[in-house]
Nanobody, 124 residues
Framework: QVQLVESGGGLVQPGDSLTVSCTASGFTLNYYAIGWFRQAPGKKREWVAGIRSSGDSILYADSAKDRFIISIDRAKNTVYLQMDTLKSEDTAVYFC?????????????????WGQGTQVTVSS
């Protein structure tokens, strides 16, 4: 069964750091790209960052540049999103998705598999 499972979300304070994980099961991330998206209450889902399985192609949305780092551990079949200097506007459900085409894309329509999401809340 093909599955993506996010974990690591939680409640943090502004300025804190948090790392969320996305672990694939039922398939290997080789030849896939993984994207992180987020959806805040009442807002459309937006792309955050993406990485090719080889790690040689990484893209960030403007909102994530300089604060977020996406990485992959192929041995663990897991992609991470390290988020630093978190702000209240980063509060959202964070989703990971796999793109069988192999290249990261900001378009959610390029992705074939999705996880169920993990809640990140930034609040004092």
């Amino acid at each position: 069964q093909v599955q993506l499972v996010e974990s690591g979300g939680g409640l943090v304070q502004p300025g804190d750091s948090l790392t969320v994980s996305c672990t694939a099961s039922g398939f290997t991330l080789n030849y896939y790209a993984i994207g992180w998206f987020r959806q805040a209450p009442g807002k459309k889902r937006e792309w955050v960052a993406g990485i090719r399985s080889s790690g040689d192609s990484i893209l960030y949305a403007d909102s994530a540049k300089d604060r977020f780092i996406i990485s992959i551990d192929r041995a663990k079949n897991t992609v991470y999103l390290q988020m630093d200097t978190l702000k209240s506007e980063d509060t959202a459900v964070y989703f990971c998705a796999a793109n069988e085409g192999g290249w990261p894309s900001p378009s959610e329509y390029e992705y074939d598999y999705w996880g169920q999401g993990t809640q990140v809340t930034v609040s004092s």
